[in-house]
Structures are given as structure tokens and as C-alpha cells.
């Protein structure tokens, strides 16, 4: 994928493309950059092939299969994926980037939805309400929803507002100290620092 990139940023990408019409300084340049980056053992193992795309072809065919050694585990650290597993919210965070930049790059597209409602699941039990009015919030991204911002707060104080309106007159001083805890704050209940 970075070659791709690589090669698309030096105007080099069609030369990787079947029946393209890449002049002969493209393909040669672009097999200079090829050579350049890979494995000595491959270099001289394809040293024959003067075609950039028969020798991006050759490698597809002979790397193509990681893919199916690397889903199934991409799939098996999804399902297994869990806050509590994480002593930070960063480490959680970076191993949901990793495993969904694992599934997608296997073709599985996984979306901000798909990360909240990964992320909402694995809710500990204790915590359904406080789950119930994360899923009501309607965060947009994964990113509003993992990083506690101003609109967390906002939604704390309104969900303070809402709970002083509803309680008796002479309970609102206890309604005073209630708050939604953030993301944060949960996972530091569960022994997981931010």
C-alpha cells in the first residue's frame, strides 16, 4: 500500500496498472524505485523482470495470502477487544486503530459506527445506564465519543439540569453533586488509567 502511494505521488502509479500506457522512462523509474526498496533475496530473484507491473503482479501473487493468514486474527482480536484489557484509554485507543487498520486493509470496512458500538459493547455491566446516555448523546465520530471534550461536559450539565428539574425540592441538594462521569472516569472506576 505505501508503494502504491509512493509511486502515485511520483506520477508512477499507472505503471503498476494492467494495459496501462506508461512511457518507457515511467516503467523505468519506477523500476528503479522498486529495486531501490525491496529485499536483496527478491531483488536478485526477479532480477529478469524489466516490467514494474509483472513485477508488482509476481509479488501480489506471492504476498496476496497474508491476507487470509492476518483477517482471521484481525477478526479474533475484534471480537476479544475490551476496555478493561488496557491499562490506559490511549493503549485501547491504539490497539482499535491498529485492528480496524487490519480489517480494512483485508477488506472488511469498519466504520466510526462500528468502533462506538465496539466501544458501547464493551460497556462493564454496572454501567447500562451510563451506556444508554452515551448511545443518546448521538456522537458522531469514534473521536468525539473517545476523547472527553466540551460537548461531555455540556451533556453532563445538561443531564445535571434534567435530574434537578425532576427531583423533589428537598432532595435537590443531592442533585446538586450528581454528574454523568466521563469515558474517563469510567474506566479509571474499572482500575484502567486514562
Known amino acids: 500500500m505505501d508503494v502504491e502511494m509512493h509511486l502515485e505521488s511520483m506520477d508512477l502509479g499507472e505503471t503498476i496498472v494492467r494495459g496501462n500506457n506508461a512511457t518507457n522512462q515511467s516503467r523505468a523509474k519506477a523500476m528503479i524505485f522498486l529495486r531501490h526498496h525491496i529485499n536483496e533475496g527478491l531483488k536478485m530473484e526477479y532480477l529478469t523482470v524489466k516490467n514494474p507491473h509483472d513485477w508488482w503482479n509476481k509479488l501480489k501473487e506471492r504476498y496476496d495470502h497474508l491476507k487470509l493468514i492476518v483477517l482471521p486474527k484481525a477478526r479474533s482480536n475484534w471480537h476479544n477487544l475490551r476496555l478493561q484489557d488496557f491499562k490506559s484509554v490511549t493503549k485501547y485507543n491504539s490497539a482499535m486503530f491498529m485492528i480496524t487498520s487490519q480489517l480494512n486493509l483485508c477488506g472488511e470496512n ?5 468502533m462506538m458500538e465496539k466501544t458501547f459493547s464493551i460497556f462493564h455491566a454496572s454501567n447500562v445506564i451510563l451506556q444508554q446516555q452515551y448511545r443518546e448523546r448521538g456522537f458522531g465520530t469514534y473521536s468525539d465519543l473517545i476523547v472527553p471534550a466540551h460537548p461531555l461536559k455540556r ?3 445538561n443531564l445535571l439540569i434534567q435530574a434537578a428539574e425532576t427531583t423533589k425540592a428537598g432532595e435537590m ?10 469515558l474517563v472516569e469510567i474506566m479509571a472506576k474499572d482500575h484502567i488509567s486514562p
Open 155 to 157: 451533556m453532563r450539565y
Open 173 to 182: 441538594a443531592e442533585a446538586k453533586d450528581m454528574t454523568v462521569p466521563s
Open 110 to 114: 469498519i466504520t466510526d459506527g462500528d
